[in-house]
């Protein structure tokens, strides 16, 4: 037992001074001390075989051993370390004679982003769900589902995207055609909101762009009525505007809605005075609202004699208009860095 122990030792501490890496180390610290399989671990388990002096005082060099070889172990991680920090450092050295290097320009938040995250936290706030859904949408979910009839304007090749020999597939016109899977997937009640891109094929002026950036927001439950929408729609207005923020809301049809109505805000550019953005009335529309249609309820599998709601759709593009004060839609889209550069 002596000469095993003493042949253990010869063999251990000089490979352990021997190593190269930590690897190397961490591996021979398994080999001889391993709780499991360690070569001196083995020998210590077979102490009980002994009688109880040879069991002290093999016992006693046992640990002697095992004490010069933790000692050597954590002398050479020392070591090791020690060194790989002295090659980072080297590694890592500046050279002070170099010029100055140029300044990396950092990003810049794009205002759409910026009105959209500030929207989402007031949502998330009220107890709304954020929820995404695709650009590519089915003619089904974008149309049908929310009670737009095939004679409906917007379903004619000059106002909508359609995929090429595909013609049940589009490009989204609004993001209210999230409104059916949303009910499909998560039932009554329901607090969401669906913000987005969406596209359109119209010609482009100060207040028209092809591609834009809406936000649905549905509300379904029992006993819900038209004032809980007006409520939600004039903290979302103060919110984004200021509690001076003036609200008015005028009848109008939407096939999705009903009844529905057309939100305006009093127009920032021009304090109410009005301007080419706002057609010189003084007042700007920025959603378009009302209670769902019982058949919208009915594709959704939910029964409109039992639940009632609120949809609303907001031009995320016209907000970010209003509140920056940009009388050009098509600057929100340009990619110019000046423009972006801004905010």
Not at 95 to 101: H, I, N, R, T, V
Not at 170 to 189: C, D, F, I, W
Request: aromatic share 10%; net charge neutral.
């Amino acid at each position: 037992m002596q000469e095993k122990l003493q042949q253990l030792k010869n063999e251990a501490l000089p490979a352990i001074i021997s190593v190269k890496t930590a690897e190397e180390l961490e591996s021979l610290e398994n080999k001889y001390l391993g709780r499991k399989n360690g070569e001196l671990t083995e020998l210590m388990k077979g102490l009980k075989d002994f009688n109880p002096e040879e069991k002290k005082n093999f016992g006693q060099i046992l640990n002697e051993i095992k004490k010069e070889l933790e000692e050597s172990i954590n002398k050479k991680r020392e070591e090791l370390n020690n060194a790989g920090f002295a090659e980072q450092i080297t590694k890592e050295k500046i050279d002070l004679s170099q010029p100055c290097l140029p300044k990396k320009e950092s990003g810049h938040i794009h205002p759409s982003s910026i009105v959209q995250k500030q929207l989402e936290d007031l949502f998330t706030s009220m107890g709304f769900m954020v929820l995404d859904s695709s650009e590519l949408e089915s003619d089904y979910y974008n149309f049908e589902a929310i009670n737009i009839p095939p004679t409906h304007p917007a379903r004619e090749s000059q106002d909508t995207f359609y995929i090429k020999n595909h013609e049940n597939w589009l490009m989204r016109t609004h993001t209210s055609a999230n409104q059916v899977r949303a009910m499909e997937k998560y039932g009554a009640p329901l607090r969401m909101i669906t913000p987005g891109r969406c596209f359109r094929n119209e010609s482009t002026d100060a207040r028209h762009e092809h591609t834009f950036y809406q936000m649905e927001g549905v509300v379904i439950d029992k006993n819900i009525n038209f004032g809980h929408m007006k409520a939600v729609l004039e903290t979302v207005a103060k919110n984004l505007f200021g509690p001076e923020t003036k609200v008015r809301l005028r009848p109008k049809f939407y096939p999705f809605v009903e009844p529905g109505v057309n939100g305006e805000v009093t127009c920032l550019l021009c304090g109410g005075k009005g301007c080419s953005v706002c057609k010189h009335t003084g007042w700007m529309e920025i959603f378009g609202a009302g209670m769902i249609h019982p058949n919208v309820l009915n594709y959704g599998g939910l029964d409109p004699k039992v639940y009632s709601g609120f949809a609303f759709g907001f031009g995320l593009t016209r907000l970010v208009m209003l509140k920056y004060g940009i009388d050009d839609v098509r600057l929100l889209q340009s990619g110019d860095l000046r423009f972006v550069k801004q905010f």
